[in-house]
């Protein structure tokens, strides 16, 4: 079976800070392994995926996240957090079968 | 392209009441996945098709719920009755493949209120 631990269900950070939010997961397969958006009152948008071949893959609107195997890791990150980053952020883990799995979700906050 | 168009948007209805939501997904996506999202569950996959067959079925909760997908363009996720814990966010999802390395788009789903 698949599942996925998203750390902190909420994540506060100042606009232009580094954004990092946290997911690990857990897989008897080689995962494929995906980060969401949600904004309020909207379904969710793929910001980012990893397959195969390079660890670090660059989604839309300058997030970035690192697969590290080794630590069972697919970690966000965003050099410099904007207002408009604020939303809810999803990690989800599938395989061949297709099924996608989601953590609980963290929420992101944005300070002025 | 429309994108995965949900209806109703919001339904409300009293327990024991039958409610159907629908789903038409992406022309061409060969799967079809419904979720439900609530704050003390979160995001849980209920059932998703592959090519119109249902192929996982494992998340939906009990006997009340059902899903058919009778042709590519068309998916219902029924509960009947109605109880006020299935009150939440219903997500319908389709994807191009059938693999697990595609991307959902999602619609914007349906808010259920059972009072």
């Known amino acids: 079976a698949q599942s996925v631990t998203q750390l902190g269900s909420h994540v506060s950070v100042s606009e232009g800070a580094l954004v990092l939010l946290r997911c690990n997961y857990s897989?008897?397969?080689?995962?494929?392994l995906f980060w969401y958006v949600q904004y309020p009152n909207q379904g969710l948008q793929l910001l980012l995926k990893?397959?195969?071949?390079?660890?670090l893959v660059k989604g839309i609107n300058g997030f970035e996240a690192e697969f590290k195997k080794s630590e069972t890791s697919f970690h966000l990150t965003k050099p410099s957090a904007h207002m408009s980053d604020a939303a809810e952020y999803f990690c989800a883990v599938s395989s061949q079968g297709g099924k996608l799995i989601f953590g609980q979700g963290t929420e992101l906050s944005v300070k002025p | 392209d429309a994108g995965v168009i949900q209806s109703p948007r919001h339904e409300v209805t009293e327990m024991g009441q039958e409610v159907t939501l629908r789903c038409k997904p992406i022309?061409?996506?060969?799967?079809l996945f419904w979720y439900r999202q609530t704050m003390m569950r979160g995001l849980e996959l209920l059932i998703y098709?592959?090519?119109?067959?249902?192929?996982?079925d494992s998340g939906m909760p009990e006997d009340r719920f059902s899903a058919k997908m009778p042709n590519a363009s068309f998916s219902t996720l029924k509960i009947q009755p109605s109880e006020p814990r299935d009150s939440a966010v219903y997500f319908c999802?389709?994807?191009?493949?059938?693999?697990?390395?595609?991307?959902?788009?999602f619609g914007s789903g349906t808010q259920l209120s059972v009072l």
């Open positions: 897989s008897s397969v080689p995962p494929y």
């Open positions: 990893y397959t195969t071949g390079a660890t």
């Open positions: 022309s061409g996506h060969n799967s």
């Open positions: 999802a389709s994807s191009p493949g059938t693999g697990g390395g595609e991307k959902l788009f």
């Open positions: 098709f592959n090519n119109n067959v249902p192929i996982d």
